[in-house]
């Protein structure tokens, strides 16, 4: 296989180059055969790569873009108005084969609207979907949809389902359980497209459907996949991230309230710290465009370094998988 190369738009995000810059040049010590792209102003970039030694420049270059977009801005707007922008210009380097994948932090709606203009959806696929692993009692689940698509028809979520379990296949579960969230687990429980899409995913054989899981089976680790809306998904996400931070938090004020429960805390320390790089969302940040004819991740806005070099890990990861093709293999079997 060739080296991979991956375009980044080195200007999105709420920290922008400052943060991304540092993380590129990190990940390119971690994968001695990653190359990338770097997309944005190059002179900002050049003076943040001026900060750091012994850079390896041969399998660093940068690629000029004069526009960036905010994190405020319409996807419309973005699409029309700026076509220098370092968004777009990392997109057109997947679309022309410059890249293998592209990574950004910036603004998520103008993102999947560029992404979808640029690099089209696979055959079969409506829309694609946002998808990421949250952490369970029993390792980990892919969750889709995360913010992309507001509104589901049942059509939807059966192909989200389908690009899901190929995604948790490509990436080493093998024949992944995959599931509906919902109120509730019975059958007369939850709404009508998610009903419909229930009865679509039982009569797709090649699928290992459970049925529907809840909240608290997600995290139970009940299924490999589990499909929903975009609201309902983002909204999961959110919640995760901010539980994951507060639990963090309320245990470190609880073992600095007093002598006692700081000896205790002494003790727990590593398995505190094991406890704490487990749910840190930094960890786990990267979201996938999933139905795309290209490889496209998200990187959290407000994440950083670290955060950043693991949304590089995912394009890797689904670079060596070759997913985008694997999927389209097969799409056709397994779309109605």
Known sequence: MSAPVIAIDAMGGDFGPH??????????????????????????????????????????????????????????????????????????????????????????????????????TLPGIDRPAMVTAIPTARGSCHLLDLGANIDCSAEHLYQFAVMGAVAAEALGIVRPRVALLNVGTEEIKGSQQVKLAASLLQQARELNYVGFVEGDGLYRGEADVVVCDGFVGNVVLKASEGLAALIVARLEALFHSGVGPRLVGLLALPLLRRLQDDLRPARHNGASFLGLQGIVVKSHGGAGPEGFRSAIRRALAEIRENLPQRLHGRLEHLLL
């Not at 001026?50 to 000029?64: F, K, M």
């Not at 700026?82 to 932090?105: I, N």
């Open 19 to 120: 943060c991304i810059v540092p993380a590129c040049l990190d990940s390119l010590a971690e994968h001695p055969s990653l190359q990338l792209i770097l997309v944005g102003q190059p002179s900002v970039i050049e003076a943040l790569i001026a900060e750091h030694s012994a850079v390896d420049r041969s399998r660093l270059r940068i690629h000029p873009a004069s526009e960036i977009v905010t994190m405020d801005e319409r996807p419309a707007q973005v699409l029309r108005g700026k076509p220098d922008s370092s968004m777009r210009q990392a997109l057109e380097l997947v679309r022309r084969g410059e890249a293998q994948a592209c990574v950004s932090a910036g603004n998520t709606g103008a993102l999947m609207a560029l992404s979808r203009h640029l690099l089209k």
